[in-house]
């Protein structure tokens, strides 16, 4: 059994090698650092092992072990892309990439809560966190709740567009996640390969009117985005539902 205090020392090596690299940068094979430090090589792997879980290292099938960039975290809240970047001390921005008009299909109004045919906005835009590609979004909002809406509003927060303009807060939602691998379209604007896994986020925003305002399904970077969220037991004092 390797001991903890031997894992330690060599987790300690491995953050000194990591602060020596650049992003991105191989490190040296396994082999050649267990020699280099005369350790075995179970040990080494499990300080990697450590370091993986962190995101501070990054393993590739076939090409080895890379330092890697932190991960952006981003907490599951009712705030905008752009209010979490400021919090984390980086600049958002955003690329508007289209902008359309059409009549929305029977699914897209089905879960924007307006009847069949009324027609919607669609957008797609491209954030960014200091000036690196995060995500990929698309959004839908029923017309009628955002006259008058251009290509040209979209470059900064639509929250707060939503306040400023339209007097809308957006206060609750529900969202799914699941794992997938980017397209083509996706991965150039993200500038990813196709063999990157990204975290797709689908949901719908609520006003305080209970009003559906979007539906948005959003692509992330998997190597640059982490999401964090809050968990509480639930209340033990609810009486049992029947079975």
């Known amino acids: 059994m390797t001991a903890p205090g031997k894992i330690g020392e060599v987790r300690a090596r491995l953050l000194d090698l990591v602060d020596l690299l650049p992003e991105g940068s191989p490190l040296p094979p396994e082999r050649e650092l267990a020699v280099r430090w005369q350790v075995a090589r179970m040990t080494l792997r499990r300080a990697m092992d450590d370091l993986v879980l962190q995101d501070m290292l990054v393993r590739r099938q076939g090409s080895g072990t890379f330092t890697s960039r932190p991960k952006v975290s981003r907490r599951l809240a009712m705030t905008s ?6 919090r984390r001390g980086m600049r958002p921005a955003s690329h508007t990439l289209e902008l359309r008009r059409r009549r929305g299909d029977r699914t897209r109004c089905r879960l924007l809560r307006i009847p ?22 698309r959004t839908i909002v029923p017309d009628r709740y955002v006259p008058g809406l251009a290509i040209g509003d979209l470059d900064s927060s639509w929250y707060e567009l939503l306040a400023t303009r339209y007097g809308t807060d957006i ?16 991965a150039e604007h993200l500038r990813i ?16 009117r209970g009003r559906v305002m979007e539906s948005c399904e959003a692509t992330y970077r ?3 985005y982490a999401i ?16």
């Open 81 to 86: 892309f752009s209010e979490e970047m400021r």
């Open 228 to 243: 964090t969220a809050d968990l509480r037991r639930p209340n033990r004092t609810q009486p049992p539902v029947p079975h």
């Open 222 to 224: 998997g190597d640059r």
């Open 116 to 137: 069949a045919g009324e027609v919607v906005v669609e957008f797609v835009r491209l954030r960014l966190a200091d000036d690196a590609p995060m995500a990929l979004e």
């Open 171 to 186: 206060v609750t939602g529900t969202c799914q996640m699941d794992p997938v691998l980017p397209d083509q379209r996706t």
């Open 193 to 208: 390969p196709v063999s990157q896994p990204c975290l797709r986020i689908r949901g719908i925003s609520l006003d305080a």
